[in-house]
């Protein structure tokens, strides 16, 4: 949504593309960091994550169980690609 015309035409290009090349992806990489699209999806993440915690808090699994999912919960946020 944040990125012009041909931003999203070349990001469409990269994604659909099984064949991209290096280039193109480090392309496509670049026009998700320049629109603010990591920022925006990492903070919606966090987000969810927060949301899910205080869930996982009022459900009646036990703590070994709610340990777990925190801890899956936490390393999709924190991990890098």
Known sequence: KMGSSPQ???LHFALRNHKA???QI???RKIIIDTGSLDY???LAEKLVSDSRR???RSKLNK???EFFSA???FMIK???
């Open 26 to 28: 480090e392309k496509a």
């Open 55 to 57: 869930a996982l808090e």
């Open 79 to 81: 991990r890098k690609s």
């Open 41 to 43: 999806s990492q903070k």
């Open 21 to 23: 090349s290096f280039a």
């Open 64 to 66: 070994k169980s709610k």
């Open 8 to 10: 999203k035409k070349e």
């Open 72 to 74: 899956v919960a936490e």
